[in-house]
């Protein structure tokens, strides 16, 4: 079982940049970011395989960066010209499974989920 621990987060003003991180234990084959603001569905931010393939969704393109350490074990989200819409929990999600059927930003695709880490960004 995957374990995940997310760290980092917490108040930025609009413009600014912060890093969300997450430790993890094994291997997981592809590792994401999502985000859920209140009344909000879960949405899928950034997603980086083993391998260093990532995948950004449109609406953080240009902004934020998903990048992982294998050695270290620690995913990262860098997040740059932030914007109050960008205010969430934060979580980290991995699978051991190669082969996202369903999608690299699909809910669906991750078995493992961490605890949250809260981002929010003021204007």
């Known amino acids: 079982q995957v374990h995940l621990v997310e760290s980092g987060g917490g108040s930025v003003q609009a413009a600014g940049s912060t890093r969300v991180s997450c430790n993890y234990t094994?291997?997981?084959?592809?590792m994401a970011w999502f985000r859920q603001a209140p009344a909000k569905e879960r949405e899928g931010v950034a997603a980086v395989m083993i391998d260093g393939t990532t995948t950004h969704a449109d609406f953080v393109k240009g902004r934020f960066s998903v990048s992982r350490d294998n050695a270290k074990k620690t995913l990262y989200l860098q997040m740059n010209s932030l914007k109050p819409e960008d205010t969430a929990m934060y979580y980290c999600a991995a699978t051991a499974n190669p082969y996202t059927f369903y999608g690299r930003l699909a809910t669906k695709t991750y078995s493992y989920w961490g605890q949250g880490t809260q981002v929010t960004v003021s204007s």
């Open positions: 094994d291997s997981p084959a592809w």
